[in-house]
């Protein structure tokens, strides 16, 4: 009893700093990530007042580690990094290099081994990514030739991170393993790590979609979100007991497996909220682990690692983005985006300090510094246009670095447009019955490119197969909605009038998309309550039309004329608008 109320108090007391901490650095527009940070030290063991179980938060935050990687796994898409590749995979294997050389380097002037060395440098090699993304849709820049090179650079990194978590067993086997015996130890785990790759994916490709089939069919959202869970953590589990690789590189081929069925953007939409709430865990637990007094003891280290992070990366990211010839503010954005480390940074600290690579001041030094540079990263991504105006201003400096970019230039512009433009006249449609179905012809036929999404999984692969994008989930969720790119919409038309919580679907719309048009309808009258934020003569109840049809047929058999007629279907609309807008002024077609 006394250790079910230690595991509440610990979850409790974590989840309510980080949510009041979070709010505080969300209103100093900083990133909550570090107000979750600070949340752990606060209720960690090296502060005064309540100390949480820094053993259940670590267990708890394994679960979040899974689900991070599990999320990785579900969004990458090996396309992505095609469109980039040509400077993506170099760019971030020089800036790994870079920021490992480096940090061996600092550490070897402190006395620290080659091992602790390598390790910290490469954690500090990786950028976050809920960082990047937040900063580059903050800046309007993730669609942008800045946004797909930031992005695409992300994914080899987190590649690299998931190989490394691989390597750090063999690495620490033994203590240090030299010769054939780390070759052998590196071709057993190759191996394991193929056979692991081959059976999840043709495995995978049979079980998961029949399951998620099965699951889906009772339509139950409860069911359908075990399946999830029970998938990422069955797949982590299983290939740490069978094949003795990390958690985190089961997570993330599972997420894989999932993420290339039809159910991707489902499983994506139900996952980010346990995924959310279990990372909130994990940072919590990393902030536990700082002890202020090793900040102090060690402050110069902090210091230098600290700028090898803000400069040493953007530096190497800024020449190499440069050197592929992109214009100076691509170069820039790049190069200030990757600036920063976040939550792989701590699983590899993590790992490593489990395995003894690393001193325990290795993850004091790691949350140190991204808390700092998280906190510094949007102010400096804001200066952009100030550091490109200072440059323009110095004619000799700015011909050296852009001489060899003008024939790029115009190029990237023109990519830069098509970008920006391709989805104008972009609309969303939810649900596709025959509503739904007439709205999509009439929008292809006239040009206007649209996204379906609809719960019906037979009715989702059908659309594909035709050649219509359509997602298959909850258009409620926010993760649907962004895949389906509200972002960036004109319209969002809710044709279906069954949709479980239109509510806060128009809520979440608004919010992501200030200025998107909503339409929609719904069966009944009263149901148009849900719809009142919406402009009013935009809103339709199968109930009032019906209504309204009847008023006009019933008086054209009585010979009215068409004044009467116009009067009388106004006054009928009134006076339904009226019950549900409950102002006159408000005339919403209903």
Known sequence: MVHDITLILTITSGLTAALCLGYLTHLLRLSPIVGYLLAGIVVGPYTPGFSADLGLTAQLAEIGVILLMFGVGLHFHLEDLVKVRRIAIPGAIVQIAVAATLGMLVTGFFNWSWQAGLVLGFAISVASTVVLTRVLVDNNALHT??????????????????????????????????????????????????????????????????????????????????????????????????????????????????????????????ALPMRDAFAVLFFVSVGMLLNPQTLI???????????????????????????????????????????????????????????????????????????????????????????????AKRPKLARWLTSRLRKNLLKDRKAGHVVGHSLEHHAIVVGCGPVGQTLIRVLTENGIECTIIDLNLETTRRLLRSGVHAIYGDASRKEILESAGVKRAGSLILAASNIPDRKELVRLAKQLNPGIQIMGRTAYVRELKDLIDVDPENVFSGEGEVAIALTE??????????????????????????????????????
């Not at 139950?220 to 869970?229: W, Y």
């Not at 592929?324 to 300090?353: C, D, H, K, N, R």
Request: avoid cysteine; charge should be neutral; aromatic fraction near 8%.
């Open 297 to 391: 003891d060690h402050w110069a280290l902090v210091s230098a690692i600290f700028l090898v992070v803000i400069i040493g990366k953007s530096i190497a990211a800024f020449a190499i983005v440069l050197i592929f010839g992109y214009p100076l503010l691509t170069a820039l954005g790049v190069s200030v985006a990757l600036a920063q480390i976040g939550e792989f940074s701590f699983i590899l600290g993590a790992v490593a300090l489990s395995l003894g690579l690393v001193p325990k001041e290795a993850v004091d030094i790691l949350v140190a510094v991204a808390i700092a540079s998280i906190t510094i990263n949007p102010l400096l991504y804001r200066a952009i246009p100030l550091i490109d105006r200072w440059i």
């Open 145 to 270: 030739s800045t946004g797909h090179i930031a992005i695409g650079w992300l994914v080899v990194e987190d590649l690299f991170t998931v190989i490394a978590l691989v390597l750090l067993p063999a690495i620490s086997a033994g203590g240090v393993v030299y010769g054939w015996d780390i070759v052998m130890t590196l071709l057993i785990i190759g191996a394991k790590i193929a056979a692991l790759v081959v059976l999840v994916f043709w495995l995978g490709s049979r079980v998961v979609p029949w399951l998620f089939a099965r699951m889906s069919s009772t339509r139950s959202q409860e069911l359908f979100t075990l399946t999830v869970l029970v998938s990422a953590l069955g797949l982590a589990v299983g290939a740490a007991t069978i094949f003795n690789v990390s958690m985190a590189l089961g997570a993330f081929l599972a997420g894989m497996v999932v993420g290339r069925s039809e159910y991707g953007q489902r499983a994506a939409s139900d």
């Open 553 to 590: 047929t019933v008086l054209r058999s009585l010979g009215a004329s068409s004044e009467q007629i116009d009067r009388e279907r106004k006054r009928v609309r009134d006076e339904l608008s009226e019950s549900v807008h409950g102002d006159p002024a408000n005339r919403g077609s209903v």
